[in-house]
C-alpha cells in the first residue's frame, strides 16, 4: 500500500529519541532544498540531553514539544513555527530564529549567546536567567515577554518592539535599542553601562532602582515613563522627550539635556548635580521641590534667574 504524504509526516512526528530527531533535522533540510524530504512536524515529543550541531529545523513546527539540556549549537529554526514548547536548560550557541514564531515558548536558562532572532514574533516567550550576549533582536516584535534575570550584554534590539514585556534584574552592559520602541515594559535591578536608547520610544515604561552609567537616550521619547531611584550618571538625553515622566530619587550627575522637552517633567527628589545644557525653560517647565539637588548643586525647588541650572563641576 502506498504512503501517502500525511502519513509520511504523522511518522515524521513521531520519534523515539536523540537519532530520530537527527534525522527529522536531515530530511526537513532536504525538503528545504526541493531536493525531497518533508516538512517537520514534531507534536507532543519530549527529547533530552541530545548532542548535535547544524540542525536545519527551518520553516518545521514544533507543538507542545520539550527539548531539555540538549547541545544544539549552530542549529537553523529560521521561520519556524513553535507553539507551547520547553527549551529550558539547553544551549543554543549561535542558533538561528530568524523569522520565527513563538507562542509560549520557555527559554528559562537556556545557553544561547550569539543567538539570532531577526524578526522573530515572540508571544509569552520567556527568556528568564537565559545567557544572550551578543545576540540580535533587530526588528523583532514581542509581547508579554519575559528576560527577568536574563544576560543580554552587547545585545541588539535595533527597531525591535516589545511590549507589556519584564528586562527587570538584566544585565544590559553596552546593549543596543537604537530606535527600539518599548510600551508598558518593566526595567527594574537592571544593570549595565552604555546602554544605548537612541530615538527609542520608551512609552508609560517603569526604569526602577537601576544603574545605568552613561546612557544614551538621544532624541529618544520617555512620554509618561518612570524612571525612579536609579543611577544615570553622564546619561545622553540631548533632544529627549521626557515631558510628564518621572525621575524622583534618581541620580543624573553630568547628564546633558541640550534641547530636551521637559513640560511637566518631574524632577522632585532628582540629583542634577553637575547636569549639563539645561535652561531655565527647561527647568521652569519642570517639576522641582526641596529634595531636588539642582545643576548648582544647591536644594531648589528651581526658581527662574537664580543661576541653578548652570553646571557645579568638580
Given at each position: 500500500?502506498?504512503?501517502t504524504a500525511a502519513d509520511h509526516e504523522r511518522q515524521l512526528a513521531a520519534p523515539a529519541g536523540p537519532l530520530e530527531l537527527i534525522a527529522v533535522a536531515h530530511v526537513?533540510?532536504?525538503?528545504?532544498?526541493?531536493?525531497?524530504?518533508?516538512?517537520?512536524?514534531?507534536?507532543a515529543h519530549t527529547f533530552s540531553h541530545v548532542a548535535a550541531s547544524q540542525l536545519h529545523f527551518g520553516k518545521a513546527r514544533?507543538?507542545?514539544?520539550?527539548?531539555?539540556?540538549?547541545e544544539l549549537e549552530n542549529s537553523n529554526f529560521e521561520e519556524a513555527e513553535l507553539d507551547h514548547c520547553d527549551f529550558s536548560g539547553t544551549s543554543l550557541t549561535e542558533a538561528d530564529f530568524t523569522g520565527a514564531s513563538m507562542v509560549d515558548v520557555d527559554f528559562a536558562r537556556?545557553?544561547?549567546?550569539?543567538?539570532?532572532?531577526?524578526?522573530?514574533?515572540?508571544?509569552?516567550?520567556?527568556?528568564?536567567r537565559a545567557t544572550l550576549d551578543d545576540s540580535r533582536f533587530h526588528d523583532a516584535r514581542g509581547i508579554e515577554c519575559?528576560?527577568?534575570?536574563?544576560?543580554?550584554?552587547?545585545?541588539?534590539?535595533?527597531?525591535?518592539?516589545?511590549?507589556?514585556?519584564?528586562?527587570?534584574s538584566t544585565?544590559?552592559?553596552?546593549?543596543?535599542?537604537?530606535d527600539a520602541g518599548l510600551l508598558q515594559c518593566q526595567v527594574r535591578n537592571a544593570e549595565g553601562a552604555r546602554?544605548?536608547?537612541?530615538?527609542?520610544?520608551?512609552?508609560?515604561?517603569?526604569?526602577?532602582?537601576?544603574?545605568?552609567?552613561?546612557?544614551?537616550?538621544?532624541?529618544?521619547?520617555?512620554?509618561?515613563t518612570q524612571l525612579v531611584n536609579s543611577v544615570l550618571a553622564e546619561a545622553d538625553f540631548r533632544e529627549a522627550n521626557l515631558s510628564g515622566a518621572r525621575f524622583g530619587r534618581t541620580c543624573f550627575e553630568k547628564a546633558r539635556f541640550g534641547g530636551a522637552k521637559m513640560f511637566a517633567a518631574d524632577l522632585r527628589g532628582a540629583d542634577l548635580t553637575s547636569a549639563r545644557e539645561l535652561t531655565q525653560e527647561q527647568l521652569s517647565q519642570a517639576l522641582t521641590d526641596t529634595n531636588t539637588i539642582l545643576p548648582n548643586g544647591k536644594p531648589g525647588p528651581y526658581i527662574r534667574f537664580s543661576g541653578a541650572e548652570k553646571p557645579l563641576f568638580r
Open positions: 500500500m502506498n504512503e526537513n533540510d532536504l525538503w528545504l532544498k526541493g531536493e525531497g524530504g518533508q516538512r517537520a512536524h514534531l507534536s514544533f507543538q507542545g514539544c520539550a527539548l531539555l539540556s540538549c537556556v545557553w544561547m549567546p550569539r543567538a539570532c532572532f531577526i524578526e522573530a514574533v515572540l508571544t509569552r516567550v520567556s527568556l528568564k519575559s528576560f527577568y534575570g536574563a544576560r543580554l550584554n552587547n545585545a541588539h534590539f535595533h527597531h525591535s518592539s516589545f511590549s507589556a514585556s519584564d528586562f527587570s544585565e544590559l552592559e553596552s546593549a543596543q535599542f537604537y546602554v544605548n536608547f537612541t530615538g527609542a520610544k520608551l512609552r508609560s515604561c517603569e526604569i526602577v532602582s537601576s544603574e545605568l552609567p552613561f546612557a544614551r537616550f538621544h532624541h529618544a521619547d520617555l512620554t509618561a
